[in-house]
């Protein structure tokens, strides 16, 4: 069969970084199963190619299986790629997975009638078994973990549990990716500070999933904590009895890593490689292993490191190692300065002293730490902004906060539909606030459904407003505080907290204009 | 025997026919190819400018639009509080030369720089904000020179020209004359670097009336103090087209010299190892099409006898600047004196900068 | 772009007119630092210089 996969653009203001490893793997797998495939990797470039430029691309064949994949922040362009595949292909199975769609496939699947198929998590062995099953003509009910069509239908399969050993999975197809037009990148100051150097880097992902259960993350249904939403607690148990255990996290082990990067070492002279794994650290005896064998090939000397980590596993003797291995970054994600806000809004398990031990051990150590904040979470007030602001403050460090964004599959998203769907839809809003009985929940669903979409299309990456979770600040608030964070600008902080009533802590009164200005007034008059 | 008629041209006809033919930039093309540029149907060069800027004004308001809305708003507390480009027309010290700095290849080719800090130039010097630590570690300084810098570009990174060393020791003295679209840590920057800021807005929709964001901009800066203007300028897409319209518009100047203003490509350079200021040429494209040809020309200057690389960029800045210069031709003289580039023709004089120091000095 | 493991049959270039793959060069070369202003308006001033908005 002719199979193309589709990498849509992704983060367009920035340069492009990192290259389609699921989609890549799964290219390998297609010509391991034989068939003629090719991936159209529509973010290799800026500026994005033209649609019309696209719809060439796609349409230089006919193809019998086009898969697309991506983040919800893609949604907006995934529309409209499907729209461009289905013209030209009427005839095509199209297949869709990653989190754009693995979290509410039925949902997607009403939203875009194009899509045949939905994958739900994790994509290897379901893409195998999709593919074996398109080309048999065999029946869709017996392929595990999607979502089908059956006439009016959209259907469930049985879920599929978790690849239980990750160094099954074959290498990404390189080959069917532009490298060199990557590599242009290399430097790029969206990159981490230690690879600004380098000229030929690269991007590998070596885990799967993540032990802490931030409110605001989702694993792209590739982990427990993400079956558990989608399933239910009670299915993922019997799944355990079934299959074995479905684990929080998973890694490629340190060898299959290490045979990985030599390959492209050899292959492509990388002088960088970039581990974007979400907390590579949170296994210190496996980053020991890592780095033990890295030392021992040789590759300290030729390729820098950079990966993800949590504070409290940021330990001297793992940073001294891994500064032997020539780790170079280590980023984690901070959150906030409020310990308030980490244990309760985010879940995180980590406290701001952690954050703080952590920065001086990686800074003690050699490693740039770089860590990212966000604002806008569900209770954070103007007092938990200033904790965070203070840390920067603390640490000399320039942030531009994300703006806390409920994504599909995240927790915040599940706990705040109605409250995200409200946004999108004033009619909703109205509703919550005087509930009227006269309209129908037939209504009321299409509604939803209406500003769901709406809500998807909207997405984009967490730099930029799309809607928010929080309970304390409107859009225009928050729009203000990133930037007055960024700028560690307390001063107007404080003055948007008396012009908006909120009240600020005492332990601020010293730095707040206002409060200064009223005691000097008073002193005055006294 | 032949019963035609043998055709002469005159000495004086064919050397008119031939300084067209090299002004058109047609000078390595053949007489064939000069008479079908004059004759073909609808004139090809201008077709082609055409659609190079309708392709690249849509993509730059979609680009662009979002940056400029949230920049402006950012911006507008300083906007109301600082100075207005306005306050620069009313200023007593006019000069009559203006000379603008650009980032060409010209200008570190002919060592521009050190020739002009050599000079004692009385004229107001307009850099372009990219060329401004190269004009301070050169030695023209505010001490010197009447000195301005602009920025238009929206982008956060052009803060880093602000924030370099040379600035910081040079920036008292300096006008910064500062678009309300750009970026609100540039500001920051110039402030913290001693500069006086003056605002200006650029004009981008103003056409539309009253929907167009231009129009808001102008309600919006006036929402604190009605009688706060501030000027709105063509920047014909770059920071050097800006300086230019900035030096006659604003301070007044008749005589606007320009450095650096190549709007092209070092001819030096091979297509693939240019540095492109937009994005570079696709890997597959056949050189030899006319499309590439027609997007990517190398352009002869008859004035200086030189060549040089243009991309559409370059030709959609350069077609741009070309056609005001030709406008304004009657109230102001442009010399260029970049001795190189892309940049001649109609209403452009172009000398070197040695001539242009010796002759105006004022 | 588009790479395949299998010969991807070459878009001919006639359906592909020059005129189409100029406009691509273009669209692709990058937007600038602003844009030309145009103005439709009689007085060629307005498109150079207002002295307010």
Same mark, same amino acid.
């Given at each position: 069969?002719?199979?193309?996969?589709?990498?849509?653009?992704?983060?367009?203001?920035?340069?492009?970084?990192?290259?389609?490893?699921?989609?890549?793997?799964?290219?390998?797998?297609?010509?391991?199963?034989?068939?003629?495939?090719?991936?159209?990797?529509?973010?290799?470039?800026?500026?994005? /190619?033209?649609?019309?430029?696209?719809?060439?691309?796609?349409?230089?064949?006919?193809?019998? %299986?086009?898969?697309?994949?991506?983040?919800?922040?893609?949604?907006?362009?995934?529309?409209?790629?499907?729209?461009?595949?289905?013209?030209?292909?009427?005839?095509?199975?199209? %297949?869709?997975?990653?989190?754009?769609?693995?979290?509410?496939?039925?949902?997607?699947?009403?939203?875009? /009638?194009?899509?045949?198929?939905?994958?739900?998590?994790?994509?290897?062995?379901?893409?195998?078994?999709?593919?074996?099953?398109?080309?048999?003509?065999?029946?869709?009910?017996?392929?595990?973990?999607?979502?089908?069509?059956?006439?009016?239908?959209?259907?469930?399969?049985? /879920?599929?549990?978790?690849?239980?050993?990750?160094?099954?999975?074959?290498?990404?197809?390189?080959?069917?990716?532009? +490298?060199?037009?990557?590599?242009?990148?290399?430097?790029?100051?969206?990159?981490?500070?230690?690879?600004?150097?380098?000229?030929?880097?690269?991007?590998? +992902?070596?885990?799967?999933?993540?032990?802490?259960?931030?409110?605001?993350?989702?694993?792209?249904?590739?982990?427990?904590?993400?079956?558990?939403?989608?399933?239910?607690?009670?299915?993922?148990?019997?799944?355990?009895?079934?299959?074995?255990?479905?684990?929080?996290?998973?890694?490629?082990?340190?060898?299959? %890593?290490?045979?990985?990067?030599?390959?492209?070492?050899?292959?492509?002279?990388?002088?960088?490689?970039?581990?974007?794994?979400?907390?590579?650290?949170?296994?210190?005896?496996?980053?020991?292993?890592?780095?033990?064998?890295?030392?021992?090939?040789?590759?300290?000397?030729?390729?820098?490191?950079?990966?993800?980590?949590?504070? /409290?596993?940021?330990?001297?003797?793992?940073?001294?190692?891994?500064?032997?291995?020539?780790?170079?970054?280590?980023?984690?994600?901070?959150?906030?300065?409020?310990?308030?806000?980490?244990?309760?809004?985010?879940g995180k398990g980590v406290t701001r002293a952690h954050n703080q031990q952590a920065i001086e051990i990686l800074q003690a150590g050699g490693i740039t730490p770089s860590m990212t904040f966000m604002v806008g979470n569900p209770n954070e007030d103007i007092n938990d902004v200033l904790e965070t602001v203070d840390f920067f403050i603390q640490n000399n460090a320039i942030?531009?906060?994300?703006?806390?964004?409920?994504?599909?599959?995240?927790?915040?998203?599940?706990?705040?539909?109605?409250?995200?769907?409200?946004?999108?839809?004033?009619?909703?809003?109205?509703?919550?606030?005087?509930?009227?009985?006269?309209?129908?929940?037939?209504?009321?669903?299409?509604?939803?459904?209406?500003?769901?979409?709406?809500?998807?299309?909207?997405?984009?990456?967490?730099?930029?407003?799309?809607?928010?979770?929080?309970?304390?600040?409107?859009?225009?608030?928050?729009?203000?505080?990133?930037?007055?964070?960024?700028?560690?600008?307390?001063?107007?902080?404080?003055?948007?907290?008396?012009?908006?009533?909120?009240?600020?802590?005492?332990?601020?009164?010293?730095?707040?204009?206002?409060?200064?200005?009223?005691?000097?007034?008073?002193?005055?008059?006294? | 025997? #032949?019963?035609?008629?043998?055709?002469?041209?005159?000495?004086?006809?064919?050397?008119?026919?031939?300084?067209?033919?090299?002004?058109?930039?047609?000078?390595?093309?053949?007489?064939?190819?000069?008479?079908?540029?004059?004759?073909?149907?609808?004139?090809?060069?201008?077709?082609?400018?055409?659609?190079?800027?309708?392709?690249?004004?849509?993509?730059?308001?979609?680009?662009?639009?979002?940056?400029?809305?949230?920049?402006?708003?950012?911006?507008?507390?300083? @906007?109301?509080?600082?100075?207005?480009?306005?306050?620069?027309?009313?200023?007593?010290?006019?000069?009559? #030369?203006?000379?603008?700095?650009?980032?060409?290849?010209?200008?570190?080719?002919?060592?521009?720089?050190?020739?002009?800090?050599?000079?004692?130039?009385?004229?107001? @010097?307009?850099?372009?904000?990219?060329?401004?630590?190269?004009?301070?570690?050169?030695? @023209?300084?505010?001490?010197?020179?009447?000195?301005?810098?602009?920025?238009?570009?929206?982008?956060?990174?052009?803060?880093?020209?602000?924030?370099?060393?040379?600035?910081?020791?040079?920036?008292?003295?300096?006008?910064?004359?500062?678009?309300?679209?750009a970026h609100p840590t540039v500001h920051n920057a110039a402030k913290n670097a001693g500069m006086d800021v003056f605002w200006i807005h650029t004009l981008f929709d103003h056409e539309k009336g009253k929907k167009s964001f231009n129009q808001i901009q102008g309600i919006m800066t006036r929402a604190k103090n009605s009688e706060k203007k501030i000027p709105a300028i063509q920047t014909g897409a770059n920071v050097g087209t800006s300086a230019w319209v900035i030096a006659w518009s604003i301070l007044g100047c008749?005589?606007?010299?320009?450095?650096?203003?190549?709007?092209?490509?070092?001819?030096?350079?091979?297509?693939?190892?240019?540095?492109?200021?937009?994005?570079?040429?696709?890997?597959?494209?056949?050189?030899?099409?006319?499309?590439?040809?027609?997007?990517?020309?190398?352009?002869?200057?008859?004035?200086?006898?030189?060549?040089?690389?243009?991309?559409?960029?370059?030709?959609?800045?350069?077609?741009?600047?070309?056609?005001?210069?030709?406008?304004?031709?009657?109230?102001?003289?442009?010399?260029?004196?970049?001795?190189?580039?892309?940049?001649?023709?109609?209403?452009?004089?172009?000398?070197?900068?040695?001539?242009?120091?010796?002759?105006?000095?004022? | 772009?588009?790479?395949?493991?299998?010969?991807?049959?070459?878009?001919?270039?006639?359906?592909?007119?020059?005129?189409?793959?100029?406009?691509?060069?273009?669209?692709?070369?990058?937007?600038?630092?602003?844009?030309?202003?145009?103005?439709?308006?009689?007085?060629?001033?307005?498109?150079?210089?207002?002295?307010?908005?």
């Open positions: 069969m002719k199979v193309l996969l589709i990498h849509p653009p992704v983060r367009v203001d920035h340069d492009p970084l990192d290259m389609p490893q699921g989609l890549m793997i799964l290219a390998s797998i297609a010509i391991q199963e034989g068939h003629q495939t090719a991936l159209l990797d529509l973010n290799s470039q800026r500026p994005v /190619p033209t649609w019309q430029n696209i719809a060439k691309q796609m349409g230089v064949e006919k193809w019998d %299986v086009i898969a697309i994949g991506g983040l919800s922040s893609m949604y907006d362009d995934i529309v409209k790629v499907l729209k461009i595949a289905r013209k030209l292909n009427p005839d095509a199975l199209i %297949v869709c997975g990653g989190g754009f769609i693995t979290y509410m496939p039925d949902k997607i699947m009403k939203f875009c /009638p194009e899509i045949d198929i939905a994958g739900i998590g994790e994509g290897e062995e379901l893409f195998k078994d999709v593919l074996r099953t398109k080309e048999k003509g065999g029946n869709w009910a017996n392929v595990e973990g999607i979502c089908y069509r059956d006439d009016d239908q959209i259907l469930f399969t049985a /879920p599929r549990p978790l690849i239980p050993n990750l160094d099954t999975l074959p290498l990404p197809a390189y080959d069917l990716v532009d +490298v060199e037009e990557y590599f242009k990148y290399s430097g790029s100051l969206w990159t981490a500070p230690g690879s600004w150097q380098s000229k030929r880097r690269m991007n590998m +992902v070596t885990e799967r999933g993540c032990p802490r259960q931030c409110t605001f993350c989702t694993h792209n249904g590739m982990n427990r904590w993400d079956q558990e939403m989608i399933l239910g607690k009670d299915r993922v148990r019997q799944m355990d009895k079934d299959f074995g255990f479905q684990a929080i996290v998973r890694f490629f082990s340190p060898k299959y %890593v290490i045979e990985h990067a030599l390959h492209l070492y050899d292959k492509y002279k990388i002088d960088y490689l970039c581990l974007m794994d979400e907390n590579n650290t949170a296994s210190p005896g496996r980053m020991h292993e890592f780095c033990d064998l890295w030392i021992k090939e040789g590759l300290h000397k030729k390729v820098r490191l950079a990966t993800g980590g949590d504070s /409290p596993s940021i330990k001297p003797d793992l940073v001294k190692h891994m500064k032997e291995a020539n780790f170079s970054t280590i980023a984690i994600g901070g959150e906030s300065g409020s310990d308030r806000i980490l244990l309760n809004d985010i942030v531009d906060p994300f703006i806390c964004t409920p994504y599909p599959g995240t927790k915040i998203f599940f706990d705040n539909q109605d409250f995200i769907l409200q946004q999108y839809d004033e009619r909703l809003a109205l509703l919550a606030k005087s509930p009227n009985p006269n309209i129908s929940e037939e209504v009321i669903k299409k509604w939803k459904d209406e500003a769901l979409q709406t809500f998807l299309l909207s997405l984009n990456n967490a730099t930029d407003y799309s809607c928010t979770v929080s309970k304390k600040f409107d859009y225009a608030d928050l729009i203000a505080i990133k930037h007055f964070m960024h700028e560690h600008n307390t001063d107007k902080l404080l003055k948007l907290a008396h012009m908006r009533g909120w009240n600020h802590d005492h332990k601020w009164d010293d730095i707040c204009p206002v409060c200064k200005a009223e005691q000097d007034i008073s002193l005055v008059i006294s | 025997m #032949s019963n035609s008629i043998p055709f002469e041209l005159s000495e004086k006809t064919y050397n008119k026919l031939l300084k067209i033919k090299n002004e058109k930039g047609l000078s390595k093309n053949t007489w064939d190819e000069f008479i079908n540029s004059l004759i073909s149907y609808g004139n090809e060069n201008n077709t082609n400018a055409k659609i190079i800027e309708n392709i690249i004004r849509k993509n730059a308001i979609t680009y662009w639009y979002e940056s400029w809305v949230r920049n402006f708003s950012i911006n507008l507390t300083n @906007i109301w509080n600082d100075k207005s480009a306005q306050d620069l027309i009313h200023t007593k010290n006019h000069y009559t #030369s203006a000379l603008i700095i650009g980032r060409g290849p010209s200008i570190k080719k002919f060592n521009h720089l050190k020739l002009l800090s050599e000079s004692n130039f009385k004229g107001s @010097i307009v850099c372009t904000d990219g060329s401004l630590p190269d004009v301070l570690n050169a030695g @023209i300084t505010p001490d010197k020179f009447n000195l301005f810098v602009v920025t238009i570009d929206a982008q956060e990174n052009q803060k880093s020209l602000y924030e370099h060393p040379v600035t910081l020791q040079f920036g008292k003295g300096i006008k910064c004359i500062l678009s309300t679209t008749k005589n606007i010299g320009m450095i650096g203003i190549d709007l092209g490509y070092d001819d030096d350079i091979s297509w693939k190892n240019i540095r492109y200021h937009g994005n570079p040429i696709p890997e597959n494209i056949d050189m030899n099409s006319s499309a590439f040809k027609k997007a990517y020309p190398t352009v002869h200057n008859p004035d200086y006898g030189c060549n040089c690389k243009q991309d559409p960029l370059f030709q959609y800045y350069c077609n741009a600047l070309k056609e005001f210069i030709q406008k304004t031709k009657d109230k102001i003289n442009t010399i260029n004196a970049t001795e190189g580039g892309a940049l001649f023709g109609d209403g452009i004089k172009c000398i070197t900068l040695k001539e242009f120091l010796q002759n105006y000095n004022f | 772009m588009i790479k395949g493991n299998f010969k991807i049959e070459k878009i001919v270039q006639e359906e592909r007119s020059d005129q189409e793959l100029f406009e691509d060069l273009i669209a692709q070369s990058g937007v600038g630092s602003n844009m030309v202003f145009r103005t439709t308006k009689k007085d060629d001033d307005d498109e150079l210089f207002l002295d307010d908005l």
